[in-house]
């Protein structure tokens, strides 16, 4: 995102981050893109990290940090791009079509049978893929664009398979960059931050917003019931995300 920056003569670039689980989003606003503020962000946790390749992330990682899991839709994107052209291409973007259809089938069942499904299945035809991959690759110019794509399957491989250790890990990160969309399509309409406190700012609004939207709450009604509390004195600020309120509803629906 553009950032105003009064005495450079130009806007500077603001960077958005999403962190998500399965029950909330965050947006953050930072100045640089360096990968101290996902430390700082993330200081102490210690469970699984899906994210792209990007360098800054890798201080997330180690044997007293997070577990990391690479993205299967990144490096289908990499082969996607070429099938048309090349027959291996293809044939990956066809064999990781089969471990999202394991993934389909697997939707609706609980997290034990996810995991030793995805062990039966799709373990076997992730094995094929790698012994394809290494195969090919010293027949393969590792300037081309098939060649940077098999080295970075391969480079990624161990934390491709993490996500069938356990039944309830994601395949990819799509849903955190399905997140990111609202802000690539309105930074051609804001146009900028007016500073980093504006920035800030907005991610809270967006945090607030996304929440409610997964919870299927309108967030005009959530922020006027929210204010209305904090004005009356609550100070128990866990009971008033839209997590608890969506929770709030549920008991009251069914009771």
Not at 205 to 225: E, H, S
């Amino acid at each position: 995102m553009k950032l105003l920056a009064p005495g450079l003569g130009h806007a500077a670039t603001g960077r958005i981050w999403v962190y998500r689980s399965e029950q909330a989003t965050v947006f953050q606003c930072t100045e640089t893109r360096e990968g101290r503020h996902p430390e700082a962000f993330l200081a102490g946790y210690r469970g699984y990290i899906l994210a792209d390749a990007y360098a800054g992330h890798n201080g997330l990682y180690g044997p007293e940090r997070a577990t990391p899991i690479s993205c299967w839709a990144h490096v289908r994107r990499k082969f996607h791009e070429l099938m048309n052209d090349q027959p291996l291409a293809r044939r990956l973007v066809e064999d990781i079509g089969e471990i999202y259809g394991i993934e389909r089938d697997l939707e609706f069942v609980d997290d034990g049978v996810r995991r030793q499904s995805r062990i039966q299945r799709a373990l076997p035809r992730i094995a094929a893929m790698e012994q394809c991959l290494r195969h090919s690759q010293p027949q393969t110019t590792p300037g081309s664009a098939l060649g940077k794509a098999i080295a970075y399957a391969l480079n990624r491989w161990p934390h491709l398979t993490t996500y069938t250790s356990q039944g309830f890990l994601p395949i990819d990160n799509n849903p955190a960059e399905n997140a990111l969309r609202p802000w690539a399509i309105g930074r051609k309409n804001w146009l900028f931050f007016g500073s980093l406190v504006g920035g800030q700012r907005a991610a809270i609004i967006a945090t607030m917003i996304d929440n409610c939207r997964r919870q299927g709450i309108d967030p005009f009604i959530y922020l006027q019931d929210t204010t209305a509390a904090l004005h009356r004195g609550c100070t128990d600020y866990h009971d008033l995300t839209p997590l608890a309120s969506a929770s709030r509803r549920d008991q009251r629906t069914t009771a």
